[in-house]
């Protein structure tokens, strides 16, 4: 089965999500990988929304995918729009 871990907000604005299968990772492993993004080589990322400046919290749902192969097009447009709309969110502050 294909999960998906957020790393959401009090506002449910999502930092960051990680999809993975539960053949392959645990839901300890993936938070593992996921604190990386926010401490490895000085984190790519801030520990806060930059929208509403809360601190995220983790949550992990199951999709309704069973394979990576079978979730990797759904996943590629949700990144997609999700690009779309952080640039539009930051050049409106510009």
Excluded at 22 to 39: H, I, L, P, R, Y
């Amino acid at each position: 089965m294909i999960w998906v871990t957020q790393y959401l907000c009090p506002d449910r604005h999502a930092l960051f999500a990680l999809a993975w299968d539960d053949n392959e990772m645990s839901q300890a492993s993936v938070e593992a990988e996921g604190e990386k993004m926010f401490t490895e080589n000085g984190g790519p990322l801030n520990r806060w929304c930059e929208l509403c400046g809360g601190a995220p919290h983790v949550e992990h749902q199951e999709s309704l995918f069973q394979t990576m192969e079978e979730a990797m097009p759904t996943l590629k447009q949700v990144e997609s729009e999700n690009i779309r709309t952080r640039d539009f969110v930051l050049g409106m502050r510009n």
